[in-house]
């Protein structure tokens, strides 16, 4: 796994951004787990992130906090996203984030659940860099 999927993948959250149809990014944070060389992340269906990468599968991805602020030494990675709702996938990266967050996924998966009065369905997002050695930053 290049060294910048490392990083990204240990991180507790990295902003997405995701492009509208006129180029304006729309920065969101997310949990995040390795997936092989890719990152993977899960949002309920129907959400804009989905949509956007539905018709430009460009993205950039950064280390940043909870709030979705950049981290001081973060530098925005050039990325392809793709996504799935195959059932098998998103139990899958389901299980990846409960290992990784533990107490923290379980209580908002929770919360969640309850705020929306049942369970939502997902789906994955599989995210690579486009540059393997993450030297360069992006320029969105």
């Known amino acids: 796994m290049p060294a910048s999927t490392l990083t990204l993948a240990a991180s507790d959250f990295i902003q997405l951004t995701t492009f509208r149809r006129n180029g304006q990014g729309v920065p969101t944070p997310v949990w995040v787990v390795p997936d092989g060389d890719a990152l993977a992340v899960f949002t309920p269906v129907g959400t804009g992130k989905l949509k956007r990468i539905g018709h430009t599968p460009r993205v950039t991805v950064a280390e940043c906090?909870?709030?979705?602020?950049?981290?001081?030494?973060?530098?925005?990675?050039?990325?392809?996203?793709?996504?799935?709702?195959?059932?098998?996938?998103?139990?899958?990266?389901?299980?990846?984030?409960?290992?990784?967050?533990?107490?923290?996924?379980?209580?908002?998966?929770?919360?969640?659940?309850?705020?929306?009065?049942?369970?939502?369905?997902r789906e994955v997002i599989h995210i690579v860099p486009d540059d393997p050695g993450g030297e360069a930053a992006a320029t969105a």
Do not use: C, H, N
């Open 65 to 121: 906090d909870r709030r979705g602020r950049l981290l001081d030494d973060a530098e925005p990675v050039a990325a392809t996203a793709t996504t799935t709702s195959d059932p098998a996938e998103v139990a899958r990266v389901t299980r990846l984030l409960a290992d990784k967050y533990g107490l923290q996924f379980r209580i908002f998966m929770l919360v969640e659940r309850v705020l929306a009065r049942g369970e939502r369905q």
